[in-house]
């Protein structure tokens, strides 16, 4: 096995934050702030390769070893349960899943609740977790408008501000998890190659240490 | 028979089965179906729950069989023998993880069931260390003893699902969420700490078990764990790490636990452990260790093949003598990893040599 290590970094501002803080912990690669449409970047010396992808198809290139560790949100890692381990709670990206519907409503707990959400497993643990019958409508996003045509009762999905729930006069009803970034490792990679991993874990988490 | 005819992962299946029965180890052979009813009482002890199910002519509902521990298990007889050590090589039918979709997964493993001892679980160890080695060089043996675990949790009295909550986390090596779990269920400062140091622990066993003796003072359970990972052979040795991430259901594993992983592929290749829970669940009063071995998972084993689908291409005319073309081919197929008489080459065939006959010889054309 090469001694490179892999990184998957989920696209957009979240994943630059996240180079910012491998590159904090000695693995920069300047390459990647040039402004192109590459999605590889390589140095060499410091033996890492980083890629960008879609945030939520970091945990499925960690878990099938493409990627050695990545980033990925905890609501992805709640949805798909990728076979990884689960290393540091970087503390960025902070947001919550959560129940949302019209301010008017009124859950009637004779009738089976229609739920509108792009995470289905995440909706249907937390609704058996409370025993509450439910008609699962699974979408792909704008979730929000959902409950305001009458397609759904009420919606699970990530909150961040509020500030769309607001603008679509929705609120939250319930917190179901807190949601942050989190390091994740391959399990094979992190055996083979365990001590970069667990130096990069041991740096970023003295990172995020220092920003509490 | 060349090296080139048998697929890697064939080759593996023929060592693990000479090195199995080299040491005592029967075959064991069963029936593709086995009664339904037999895996949904033990579900969750089966890596899928999705099994393939039918009705026997008698009205019976069976099973396509998606384990073969369990069928062993069912076959044995408390206290036939002391020890009763057998292996299998049998296909199983399960839902793949990341496909929706049933495949047929050949397994390789092996049990041993009986009055086990100290000397059996290490010649087990012993076993699932040699079965790597001999599928690739560069291979680690994780093991770890969930009863430090367990007991830690019993101590504590806590509740199945905040057990089932510890182990996942531990399993994930997830200290953050972790500590926040053993905060909330009020686990006791000292036991809390422990937890979270066995979380992290992992390493060659002469760099964990110090550490372990710290957390464990003058505890027969760490003697016992040491005593029987320094009985393995020093060639076995340095493969082997321990590993406290990994775990089991509690509800059927208890004791040694260990996972097998191969460099270049990705998750883990074999799995095994004890399992006396499972055998007090299933009314067997004997004691049981074991191991499988997912052969499917090998197949990128397989790629160094794929280079071409023949090595040599011979090209005959209708009009040429079939003796004489059979004793050039036979000549030939005795200097080449494989050769194929054809008039006409397919499209898209991959081969190093192409010759044509010429009636008399095989002359060489690119």
Redesign the interface.
């Known amino acids: 096995m090469s001694n490179m290590i892999n990184v998957a970094l989920p696209k957009g501002r979240l994943g630059e934050k996240v180079y910012d803080m491998f590159e904090k912990a000695g693995f920069e690669c300047p390459s990647i702030k040039e402004k192109n449409r590459k999605l590889i970047f390589e140095n060499a010396e410091k033996g890492v390769r980083y890629f960008w992808v879609k945030p939520s198809d970091v945990a499925i290139y960690v878990e099938r070893g493409a990627a050695d560790i990545g980033v990925a949100g905890k609501d992805i890692l709640l949805e798909y349960e990728p076979d990884v381990y689960e290393l540091v709670d970087l503390n960025i990206g902070k947001c919550r899943m959560a129940v949302a519907a019209p301010k008017e409503f009124r859950d009637n707990p004779q009738k089976t609740l229609k739920v509108a959400t792009k995470f289905s497993n995440i909706a249907q643990t937390y609704y058996n977790s409370i025993g509450r019958d439910i008609d699962m409508i699974h979408l792909n996003g704008s979730i929000e408008i959902a409950p305001i045509l009458g397609l759904s009762d009420v919606i699970v999905d990530i909150v961040e501000t509020g500030s769309t729930l607001k603008e679509n006069n929705l609120e939250v009803k319930e917190n179901i998890v807190p949601i942050s970034a989190r390091l994740i490792a391959n399990k094979t990679s992190f055996r083979f190659k365990s001590e970069k991993i667990e130096f990069i874990a041991r740096e970023i988490a003295a990172q995020t240490e220092a920003d509490k | 028979m060349t090296d080139l005819t048998i697929r890697n992962d064939e080759q593996v299946i023929f060592a693990l089965r000479s090195l199995y029965e080299k040491y005592g180890y029967s075959q064991y052979k069963m029936t593709k179906f086995e009664e339904y009813d037999l895996y949904v009482r033990n579900k969750d002890f089966l890596i899928s729950d999705n099994i393939i199910t039918f009705n026997d002519t008698n009205g019976k509902l069976m099973a396509l069989k998606p384990d073969v521990t369990l069928s062993i298990i069912k076959s044995n007889k408390n206290n036939s023998a002391p020890v009763r050590k057998v292996y299998y090589n049998e296909n199983v039918y399960r839902v793949s ?1 990341g496909s929706n979709s049933f495949r047929e997964i050949m397994q390789v493993g092996l049990e041993c069931l009986g009055d086990i001892d100290n000397y059996n679980i290490s010649e087990v160890l012993s076993l699932a260390a040699e079965s790597l080695r001999s599928i690739s060089d ?1 291979c ?1 043996l ?1 093991v770890s003893n969930i009863d430090f675990i367990s007991n830690i949790l019993d101590a504590e009295d806590v509740s199945s699902d905040i057990k089932s909550a510890v182990f996942k986390f531990i399993g ?3 200290l ?2 972790l500590s926040v779990l053993l905060k909330e269920a009020e686990i006791s400062e000292e036991n809390a700490e422990k937890l979270c140091v066995l979380a992290t622990l ?2 060659s066993p002469d760099r964990v078990m110090p550490k372990l003796r710290e957390l464990f003072p003058d505890c027969a359970e760490v003697d016992k764990f040491e005593s029987i990972l320094n009985s393995i052979s020093d060639e076995l040795n340095d493969i082997i ?1 321990i ?1 406290f ?1 990994i775990t089991g259901d509690s509800k059927y594993y208890n004791g040694i636990a260990f996972k097998g ?8 290749v074999l799995s095994g452990g004890q399992y006396d829970r499972l055998m007090r669940k299933m009314k067997q009063s004997d004691k049981a260790i074991g191991f499988a071995i997912y052969m499917d998972m090998l197949e990128s084993l397989n790629e160094k093949f794929n280079d071409y689908d023949v090595d040599t291409v011979l090209l005959y005319s209708d009009s040429d003598d079939i003796a004489k073309l059979n004793k050039v081919l036979r000549e030939l197929a005795d200097k080449c990893a494989s050769i194929l008489a054809i008039k006409e080459i397919p499209q898209k065939l991959r081969y190093r040599v192409l010759m044509k006959f010429d009636g008399e010889e095989a002359k060489l054309c690119e």
């Open positions: 993880k560069e680690i994780s994930e090596k997830n953050h969420e992992h390493g790490e590993d991430s992983y191969i460099s270049g592929i990705s998750g883990s």
